[in-house]
């Protein structure tokens, strides 16, 4: 009788183990994500920088712009309701002009999400004006 209670007791061992590698499986993959985020963090911030020293005129413009805009999309795909990112991504579309439409739309998200946020408004009412006065 003592082994039969052994045995169960090995089962139950046996049964709770793979619990346990799903848990650590799933911090595992929160860290990455978290390390993740922060790398995309600081390469916006890092080409946000970079930006303030480049002309107008300098041939690497666009293809920096790209990478931003690669940068902050990524952001969203991990952390959809990123308002921040979303202001910022709304932003750089006004910055970039002729493109009032698509910063309307990724600040009118980040408004859904924070709507007690009155400079969010502001910029989406200066955003709604230019888009009127460009069409």
Do not use: C, W
């Not at 980040?110 to 888009?131: D, G, S, Y």
């Amino acid at each position: 009788m003592l082994s039969t209670s052994m045995a169960t007791k090995k089962s139950a061992v046996k049964k709770k183990q793979p619990v346990a590698k799903k848990q650590s499986s799933k911090a595992s993959k929160k860290s990455a994500a978290d390390a993740e985020m922060k790398r995309l963090l600081k390469a916006a911030d890092r080409i946000e920088n970079d930006l303030l020293d480049v002309e107008p005129d300098d041939p690497e413009l666009d293809g920096m712009l790209e990478d931003l805009e690669q940068v902050f999309r990524a952001i969203l795909q991990m952390e959809p309701e990123n308002v921040p990112t979303l202001i910022r991504l709304g932003e750089f579309f006004l910055e970039r002009g002729g493109a009032e439409d698509v910063a309307l739309e990724f600040l009118e998200q980040a408004l859904k999400l924070q709507p007690a946020n009155k400079e969010l408004a502001k910029t989406i009412k200066k955003a709604r004006a230019r888009l009127k006065r460009n069409k």
